[in-house]
């Protein structure tokens, strides 16, 4: 495990012009929406009193009064989007279906707040942005796959063309085994809901309802861990099929279960640490003009560029773990 987890994040370092490539794709993707955003804002923000506010840091009540006229995606700006809040927001969605694309949201409806939908342009563009991840995959595993993890911009491009059709198909697999687990995670969440909704004690029903969201969670994150060993196999071993992919990759870690689940939680222990760490910038930051939101920007950034390195980590390890294990 210590090997795999020194080697992903050796061949993150070797190809940081790549993790560089991949945050500014994430970014241009971003824009998208934040750059209309930031439009509306200016243009609905103009020569008004709460201006200075908002440059200023966060004037709720004028936020408040915008946001009740609001229809469509624009609605979708909130203060929980706002510094760290995405994560825990994300982690919500997720965990009520809304994500990825709204396609498991039926799943947990009953028990989804009321304000948890999410519109159908920030939908389209996720979608979007998990097609472009996909197509992105088998350039970067064609990267990692080499024992220097040399990178080259024709070598890239061709690894993300010529393997973006089984790139597909384990999205495909990986989807299809997420739908699965929401509908058989269903009776067992409304489940364990009635009993917190029941329970005497307030520790109890926390308990119960953390609960059934960590075993939902856990689930997701094993069905994340496995996709990454096929897309894995479908590089090392030149296959063609997903699903064989899936049920080598299922064997695979049965038999080194704790090396592959050691260098996972690994990688999601510094994800945190990183999140960790941009909590106390963030707080210790106070946004009050245009050079501090630039700074905050910047920092915010910084904190996405660790993230995708991270990914790639995680990917260059299961490359070196299934490369010296099977």
Not at 51 to 74: E, L, V
Not at 157 to 170: I, K, S, T
Not at 255 to 260: E, H, L, V
Request: aromatic share 12%; with cysteine.
């Amino acid at each position: 495990m210590k090997r795999a987890l020194s080697a992903g994040l050796g061949a993150a370092w070797r190809c940081r012009a790549l993790v560089a490539f991949l945050w500014a794709a994430n970014l241009a993707m971003s824009a998208l929406l934040a750059v209309p955003l930031a439009t509306v804002l200016e243009r609905d923000l103009r020569e008004k009193e709460s201006a200075a506010q908002m440059a200023r840091g966060f004037d709720y009540p004028w936020w408040s009064r915008w946001s009740d006229q609001q229809k469509g995606w624009t609605a979708a700006f909130k203060p929980d989007i706002l510094g760290v809040g995405f994560a825990f927001r994300n982690t919500e969605l997720l965990l009520n279906g809304r994500l990825p694309v709204g396609a498991f949201a039926t799943g947990g409806k009953e028990m989804a707040p009321p304000d948890i939908d999410v519109d159908g342009v920030i939908l389209g563009l996720g979608a979007a942005y998990m097609l472009l991840q996909v197509f992105f995959s088998g350039g970067i595993l064609g990267a990692l796959r080499g024992p220097r993890s040399s990178l080259t911009a024709r070598g890239f491009a061709h690894g993300c063309g010529f393997y973006f059709g089984r790139m597909l198909r384990v999205a495909g697999v990986a989807l299809l085994l997420d739908g699965a687990w929401f509908w058989l995670n269903a009776p067992l969440a409304a489940w364990a809901n009635r009993i917190a909704q029941d329970a005497v004690s307030e520790t109890t029903a926390l308990a119960w309802s953390y609960g059934r969201h960590a075993f939902l969670l856990a689930g997701l994150l094993a069905i994340h861990g496995l996709a990454g060993y096929a897309r894995a196999i479908l590089v090392l071993e030149d296959r063609k099929s997903a699903l064989l992919a899936f049920v080598s990759a299922l064997g695979f870690c049965v038999r080194r279960f704790g090396a592959a689940a050691g260098q996972y939680l690994a990688i999601a222990a510094l994800s945190l640490l990183a999140l960790g760490s941009w909590t106390l910038v963030d707080g210790a930051v106070p946004v009050t003009g245009w050079a501090t939101q630039l700074l905050a920007f910047a920092l915010m950034q910084a904190f996405v560029l660790a993230r995708v390195g991270l990914r790639l980590a995680l990917l260059g390890g299961q490359l070196e773990l299934y490369r010296g294990g099977r």
